[in-house]
């Protein structure tokens, strides 16, 4: 869990951006799967950036102005429930352990939040991301409203916390980069145990589990994200889950796949010979990605706007493209015409942060977002090729991608996933020996 003071601290500068006026944040709710059975609980990630508060039905309220406070809603001490369920803080352990200024039963939160409501000029709240909290919202503020006449105001304007929230944290603290870095040492090493663990004849779900082995062993709570491991022509699926085909001689395997520790994520993706032995279409469309990878990581640093490294990235698949028979004419013709989409549809990276997609706008004022100093994002060129007209039959059903997360740093950047292997040397030495 974050120190208490770096809580207190992200709780002022968000009362601070506000100006004045209150935020009201939920956590996510519990999901059910089917019938009696939920899905493993994991709370909501603007909820755990302000309080690293892990238990469901918990509600964040920070009051900006003169008077900045931070108050937190969640479920009562219940000792039976806690026999079935698992330890509760509770009010009381919830104030004592998480730094707010006040800590009240969830059952509270109806009538309380009125008074704190109340002639507040704003509300800041993420209206339109839960239809239930938008409902519950609404009602608030319309029981405010009906006591107009007895001088009591609603709040005049809501605004989309999200907005603030989602700038504070495209800038890493140290806290959260030691925690990424070490979900991606996690990460890296269960790569490199799935490439030790792949042969022709094993099945692409006996590699994931590798992966899940080697992330819970390491303390990791959780994939990031659903694991993709994809063989052969899976590859071409850019979100294949299935997981569960045999990997075949002669092709490929794509994984796409990381861990999350204490909230935050990791995302790497390799592509390697099931055999262990590139064949010489697959080096040449390999190493073709792994070049366009490189080209986007120079363009990684804060002298960058976001979408330098994807342009820088898409020059050199362009040329290869040529280069391989994909794509025909120039450079600039295939880039202005879009010819290379058929082989590589997705753009370049993401942020990455406690989601695998981060918050964070891409564009300000219309203009790409320049790079700083703590920003996490991942560098992920790929090359998709379906068997069609006019592609060469020897680089049929060949699915590449390459990912690293990069840290943004004053210099330039810091891959902090490099200890996956990715060369063609690397990873046919890892498989050669195991």
């Known amino acids: 869990m974050l120190d208490i003071p770096h809580l207190q601290s992200r709780r002022a500068t968000l009362a601070s ?116 909290w938008d409902q519950r919202v609404t009602g608030w503020i319309n029981q405010l409203r009906s006591q107009g006449r007895a001088g009591v105001s609603a709040p005049a304007a809501i605004r989309d916390v999200r907005a603030l929230l989602d700038e504070m944290r495209l800038i890493k603290s140290p806290q959260e980069i030691a925690t990424m870095r070490r979900a991606a040492v996690i990460s890296a090493e269960a790569h490199a145990r799935a490439m030790q663990a792949t042969k022709p004849g094993k099945h692409e779900y006996e590699i994931e589990a590798e992966l899940l082995h080697t992330f819970y062993r390491h303390g990791s709570q959780y994939p990031a994200y659903t694991s993709i491991v994809a063989g052969g022509a899976n590859a071409c699926v850019l979100h294949y889950i299935a997981n569960n085909a045999p990997l075949n001689d002669g092709d490929l395997l794509l994984i796409d796949a990381g861990c999350e520790l204490d909230g935050y994520a990791s995302d790497i993706t390799r592509t390697f010979p099931v055999n262990g032995r590139f064949s010489a279409a697959q080096k040449d469309v390999y190493e073709l990605v792994l070049a366009a990878q490189y080209a986007a990581i120079a363009q990684v640093n804060p002298q960058s706007h976001w979408n330098a490294p994807h342009e820088a990235a898409l020059k050199v698949l362009a040329q290869g493209f040529i280069d391989l028979g994909l794509c025909r004419g120039t450079v600039d013709a295939v880039l202005e015409s879009g010819d290379y989409r058929q082989f590589y549809m997705h753009r370049t990276g993401h942020w990455l942060g406690l989601d695998v997609h981060d918050a964070g706008e891409y564009k300000c004022d219309g203009e790409w977002r320049t790079l700083q100093p703590g920003m996490m994002l991942t560098v992920e060129p790929g090359c998709y090729i379906r068997p069609a007209e006019g592609v060469p039959e020897a680089f049929w059903n060949i699915g590449i991608r390459i990912e690293d997360d990069a840290l943004v740093t004053a210099e330039g950047c810091d891959i902090i996933t490099e200890a996956a292997p990715k060369t063609v040397a690397a990873i046919e030495e890892l498989m050669r020996t195991s």
Not at 41 to 52: I, P, Q, V
Not at 80 to 107: K, M, N, Q, T
Not at 115 to 125: G, K, S, V
């Open 17 to 132: 951006r506000m100006g004045q006026g209150i935020a009201i944040i939920p956590t996510a709710a519990e999901a059910l799967r089917n019938r009696d059975t939920h899905y493993p609980y994991r709370y909501d990630s603007y909820f755990y950036y302000l309080t690293a508060f892990t238990e469901p039905e918990a509600v964040i309220v920070v009051i900006a102005g003169d008077s900045p406070k931070s108050i937190l809603f969640c479920r009562d001490k219940d000792m039976e429930r806690e026999i079935w369920d698992g330890f509760r803080h509770g009010p009381a352990g919830a104030l004592a352990e998480f730094g707010v200024d006040e800590a009240y039963s969830i059952s509270e939160l109806d009538t309380r939040i009125l008074a704190l409501l109340a002639n507040q000029p704003e509300l800041y709240f993420s209206l339109g991301a839960d239809a239930a």
